[in-house]
C-alpha cells in the first residue's frame, strides 16, 4: 500500500483548505487510517485525527475539535482532511496514516505499517 497526500498549501488565518491521501498498491478497506502532523522545528509527530476501518472518529486532537473533519471513501481508496478556520498553530507537515492492526485504531505511531510523504500547510496572519 502507497500513500500520497496532497491539497497542502499557504492560506491566510480564517481560512480552509481540504488535504486527500490517494492509496495505491493496495486497499484502504481494512486499515485504520490517521492524520499526523509535524510542526516546525519540533521533533515529534502529533497525531491529529483518526477514523477507523468502520468509519468511527478513534482519536481528535483537541485544539482542531470542532474545525477539523476526517473522513474516508474506501470505494474511491481515499482519505480527505477538512480543515477551516487555521490558525498559524496549524502550520506543520501533514502526514497520512494507515494501521492494519486493531492496536493501531487510534493511530499510535508504533502501530503505522504505511506512511506518506507528507503535503506541507502554512498558515499566515
Known amino acids: 500500500l502507497k500513500l500520497v497526500e496532497s491539497g497542502g498549501g499557504l492560506v491566510q488565518a480564517g481560512g480552509s483548505l481540504t488535504l486527500s491521501c490517494a492509496a495505491s498498491?493496495?486497499?484502504?478497506?481494512?486499515?485504520?487510517i490517521g492524520w499526523v502532523r509535524q510542526g516546525p522545528g519540533r521533533k515529534e509527530r502529533e497525531k491529529v485525527l483518526?477514523?477507523?476501518?468502520?468509519?468511527?472518529?478513534?482519536y481528535s486532537l483537541g485544539p482542531v475539535e470542532g474545525r477539523f473533519t476526517i473522513s474516508r471513501d474506501d470505494a474511491q481508496n481515499m482519505v480527505y482532511l477538512q480543515m477551516t478556520d487555521l490558525q498559524i498553530e496549524d502550520t506543520a507537515v501533514y502526514y497520512c496514516a494507515a494501521a492494519e492492526r486493531l492496536g493501531g485504531i487510534s493511530c499510535d505511531a508504533g502501530w503505522i505499517d504505511v506512511w506518506g510523504k507528507g503535503t506541507s500547510v502554512t498558515v499566515s496572519s
Open positions: 498498491g493496495g486497499t484502504l478497506e481494512g486499515y485504520h
Open positions: 483518526c477514523i477507523s476501518t468502520l468509519g468511527r472518529v478513534t
